[in-house]
């Protein structure tokens, strides 16, 4: 298996200039998500999925927009991207919750992107 | 509101000494709690869990955690660090909100270094 895979792993963009990070997981997942990382911040919740056809907004969701049109796939998409937009992304996904408790969440290996 | 604190930017620690990497919470509720670790340029990759049961939870890679109701604390511990241990950790407790669908929110991540 190989997990959660992300697209592409680099990308610089111009301002005002869109793009889509594509994001894949092969273990049947329920739960996708979309983090931004930056430094000394943590991870921030962009938004999230609970299932095809459903998306929902996270901490900090202004400037993107998601799609799940298929399970094991989740989109971001930067619509006219801004230099505060310049980040590490990443997408995690997780089983649906059992009696256990919450299940972890995998992570891919993150998307560079720089806004010029 | 519900927070993750992580109050140590930086850990130093020479290779064959414990190590603690602490982390503080804030949820109402039971909480539910997550160590992560992150290496250079990598995602990130689930160590261990705090569901319910004894505060002691053993992880990956020689990793546990003390869960500590009273003081709202999840130190991670490990008895005899090694060099590969340096890397980035995120404590993390899953929300409990309404419509958070179990969302984690992040601490601001400690970074780890272990000399030889």
């Known amino acids: 298996n190989a997990g959660v895979t992300q697209t592409p792993k680099f990308r610089v963009l111009k301002t005002g200039q869109s793009m889509t990070l594509l994001c894949a997981q092969d273990m049947n997942h329920e739960y996708m998500y979309w983090y931004r990382q930056d430094p000394g911040m943590g991870l921030r919740l962009i938004h999230y999925s609970v299932g095809e056809g459903t998306t929902a907004k996270g901490e900090v969701p202004d400037g993107y927009n998601v799609s799940r049109l298929k399970k094991q796939n989740f989109l971001l998409g930067l619509e006219s991207a801004a230099p505060s937009q310049t980040s590490v992304y990443f997408c995690?996904?997780?089983?649906?919750?059992?009696?256990?408790?919450?299940?972890?969440?995998?992570f891919g290996p993150g998307t560079r992107l720089t806004v010029l | 509101a519900q927070s993750v604190a992580q109050p140590e930017d930086q850990v130093n620690v020479a290779e064959g000494n414990p190590l603690t990497v602490k982390c503080t919470y804030s949820v109402s509720g039971n909480p539910y709690l997550f160590w992560y670790v992150q290496y250079p340029n990598r995602g990130l990759q689930f160590l261990l869990k705090y569901i319910t049961g004894d505060n002691l939870v053993k992880g990956s890679y020689g990793f546990e955690a003390e869960f500590n109701k009273s003081q709202t604390s999840f130190h991670l511990k490990k008895p005899s660090a090694l060099v590969s241990d340096s890397a980035l950790y995120f404590c993390a407790v899953r929300a409990n909100y309404g419509g958070s669908q179990g969302n984690l929110i992040f601490g601001k991540g400690t970074k780890l270094s272990v000399k030889p």
């Open positions: 995690a996904s997780s089983s649906f919750r059992t009696q256990g408790g919450p299940r972890e969440q995998f």
